[in-house]
């Protein structure tokens, strides 16, 4: 039992974090084409995937397969059309009296037939061979795969369309790239900092360059997007910094385990930090604000910078 565990935890740390391949999205061009138009009485837009999704008019019955997709449906206006939402949608609180339909391994199907919705939004890790289910039945199905702050902008914009609330929609995604843009010009010329970034531990797990939470991520090079690592590794690797993704930003004990290796140059400095991986983790409206977390830990782990 407990190998299977660890391997759904693998495995959910692999798809959350393919998801975002996050801090490049702080220097991301801020320069997106929405790929919609109005044909007739017909909304057309483009999903990340490339599939083109058609309505005939707004829709008012959305069924969401992935937490931050229900973070982009309320954000972007959409709330109110929400009629049910995958295992794990939490916020905002609004989300949580919904249906839930299933989680990432399995859909009820059934019941999400009995919820008529007019439009699915999904991402690919949840159940696939469902959601292609739900396609022959004729529901129109928006995925996300954002890999940057623009394209996480670039889902709110479209689904805003789809729902009919592009003014509200538009208007969040144009502060979200604002917010991006500060953070860039802020990063631009400090000294950059070695970081290892914990997903998890008993084992340790980690994330390789397709989440740069930093140009220093001392696992990088790792193949897979979310490798384990031994203590062995994390100890040769010598990062200046050690940051923690959990639920909440609660400080998890086995952070500060690490500050008993004098020679870790981020224990020896005081630099184990925790940010909130519901922020992070989710390539949503909130992810700017996991960013934001992310950047000011760095800043205070800086050489010439008091630890707090």
Known sequence: MAAVIRARRATNAVAILKSVRA????????????FASVAGAEIVVTDDTGARIVLKTPARRVVSLAPHATEILFAAGAGSTVVGVIKGSDHPAA?????????????????????????????PFTSPAQVALLRERGIAVYTTYAHTVDEIAADIERIGILTGTKRTAGELAASIRARARVLRDEARGRERVRVFYQIADDPPYTINGEHPISRENVFASQRIAAPQVTTEEVLAAHPDMIVAGTDGAKRPAWLD???????????????????????????????????????????RARPGRAVL
């Open 23 to 34: 801090a490049r999205c702080i220097v991301a061009a801020c320069a997106c084409v929405v």
């Open 95 to 123: 989300a949580r009296t919904l249906p839930v339909v299933g989680d990432a391994f399995a859909l009820d199907i059934e019941g999400i037939l009995l919820l008529t919705p007019d439009l699915v939004v999904t991402w």
């Open 257 to 299: 385990r690490w500050a008993r290796f004098s020679d870790l140059p981020a224990a020896r400095l005081g630099n184990l930090f925790v940010v909130d991986a519901n922020l992070l983790h989710r390539p949503g409206p909130r992810f700017i604000d996991g960013v934001a977390q992310l950047c000011a830990a760095l800043d």
